[in-house]
């Protein structure tokens, strides 16, 4: 109002931004930056699928340990188990080697259930994988091939060996498997979903 008159006014028109300058400066808040809220377990999410890798690899571990344990093969000449015809894997090296393979699944999974999301976790989880099924395969080949070996060293009718592949190569093989499935299932940082 000037001199008793009502004048119409028009908004000022704002002012001319600068480029990245938000709206308004405010002073920096006073409220303490706290941690972000812990990511929770949502189906998909990669913490999620990071904990099922981790059980995955523990259970691949006890399946590879029992395996070692139990027999790998047995040879029986008609009928019966021949002196030091059978063996299990910790008789060899091969029983130790897949046993420390399960020891590095063991200590990845409990590293992925820290939260740990690094590439090196993907890593040794399918090393180990590899590792293990390798040694299972080739030991279920030469557990299979143990009866003609037999045959031509001692001269024995290949009608009376009988050569056959123990549950403890099939555990530690299917071990192995596990922890592949759970190397691929592995998410890392910034991998996305």
Same mark, same amino acid.
């Given at each position: ?46 913490? %999620? ?6 059980? !995955?690899?523990? *259970?691949?571990?006890?399946? #590879? @340990? =029992?395996? /070692? $344990? ?46 740990? %999301? ?6 040794? !989880?399918?090393? *180990?994988?590899?590792?293990? #099924? @390798? =040694?299972? /395969? $080739? ?55």
């Amino acid at each position: 109002m000037i001199d008793g008159v009502t004048v119409p006014t028009r908004p000022m028109p704002p002012a001319p931004r600068r480029r990245g300058a938000s709206r308004v400066d405010l002073p920096a808040s006073p409220v303490p930056n706290y941690p972000p809220p812990r990511p929770r377990l949502l189906p998909g999410s990669p913490l %999620r699928r990071n904990v099922i890798a981790a059980g !995955l690899a523990l *259970a691949a571990a006890a399946l #590879v @340990v =029992i395996g /070692a $344990a139990m027999t790998w093969y047995r040879i029986e000449l008609g009928g019966v188990t021949a002196p030091g015809g059978e063996a299990t894997g910790f008789e060899g090296n091969d029983g130790l080697t897949v046993a420390v393979a399960a020891g590095v699944g063991a200590l990845v999974a409990v590293a992925l259930l820290f939260g740990r %999301r690094d590439l090196w976790c993907k890593v040794l !989880l399918l090393v *180990a994988g590899g590792v293990t #099924v @390798v =040694i299972s /395969a $080739a030991g279920i080949v030469d557990a299979s091939a143990k009866a003609d070996k037999v045959s031509d060293e001692f001269g024995v009718p290949a009608g009376r060996i009988a050569a056959e592949v123990g549950p403890g190569l099939w555990l530690v093989l299917a071990g192995g498997a596990t922890d592949l499935a759970a190397g691929s299932v592995v998410r890392r940082l910034g991998a996305g979903t």
